[in-house]
């Protein structure tokens, strides 16, 4: 049980915990942690709190940033060499993956600065939730549409020419969904402020409508896309097992064995040995010309 600093703990004395006792210590407790200066907290926030598990983020963040950096640049050298190719859908995808890697990055780098976090404004928290939130809804919406056209090229009946005329859309409608969610789900975020042992922003409102503004605006996406894109990998899986198992029936299926058409060949051999005669005689007479 937690005890406050200058009170003595009943049980240890021999005495009942009341219920008002326990109720005063957990009111000072989370008046403690609610101004965000105490040094006593529970053990559930220990690993989330522990320099190891920042560094083990913050690590993380970097080699995501840098491998975002690297694919930008690679993308940048086909634009400028090889412009043809950014006509495939997935190569273009991908350059728009990477840029939203590399703003989550950025973002989660600046999240764990508990002194840079506890500078900024309620405008500045906005903005970086909402860069944060925008990050992860663009990597998620354009992993969509990559599902989406494989889903519509390789397992339905859909003619090429429509799913190729939606490739233009794709990217649009990802960075309008990606922008718009957050921004509605900012908006609810009054008195928004930061929650240094946390790392985590936090604003006045009640549990459920917190929950239910982060769950639509954010994480109903995140489940949904990943529901969706393992449900095609899976048909796409199932039908290339098919496929392959039709193929080995075929190839290890016996076969008769072909008749040969003796009439047929031996002309095709007379055709061929008085066409090599013609071939020698002529060279031979260019020879002693």
Known sequence: MYTPAGRADSSSAGHPVLPADIGQALAELAATLG???????????????????????????????????????????????????????????????????????VAQIVML???????????????????????????????????IQLHLSTLTKVRVAVYMRLERWYVPVSVVLAALLPAIAIAQMRDIYWV?????????????????????????????????CSGVAILLSLRIWAMWRSSVEVIAAPRMPEKWDWNRL?????????????TLKDSGSSHFS
């Open 196 to 228: 240094p042992y946390m790392h985590a922003f936090n604003w006045p409102a009640e549990s459920w409508v917190r929950r239910l503004v982060l769950w639509m605006c954010n994480y109903v996406w995140v489940v949904l896309t990943i529901a969706y």
């Open 113 to 147: 600065q508990n002194d840079l976090m506890m500078g900024q404004t309620k405008s500045g928290l906005r903005f970086i939730l909402w860069l944060s939130m925008f990050s992860t809804l663009l990597f998620v919406f354009l992993t969509l549409a990559i599902s």
């Open 266 to 278: 031996t002309s095709a051999s007379s055709v061929r040995e008085s066409h090599d005669a013609e």
């Open 35 to 105: 101004n965000g200066n105490g040094s006593v907290m529970g053990d559930e926030w220990s690993f989330v709190i522990s320099d190891k598990w920042v560094m083990t983020i913050q690590s993380l963040a970097i080699v995501s940033l840098i491998s975002s950096a690297f694919v930008l640049a690679a993308m940048a050298h086909i634009a400028h060499r090889h412009r043809k190719y950014l006509q495939r859908l997935s190569l273009r995808v991908s350059g728009y993956v990477a840029l939203a890697d590399l703003l989550s990055s």
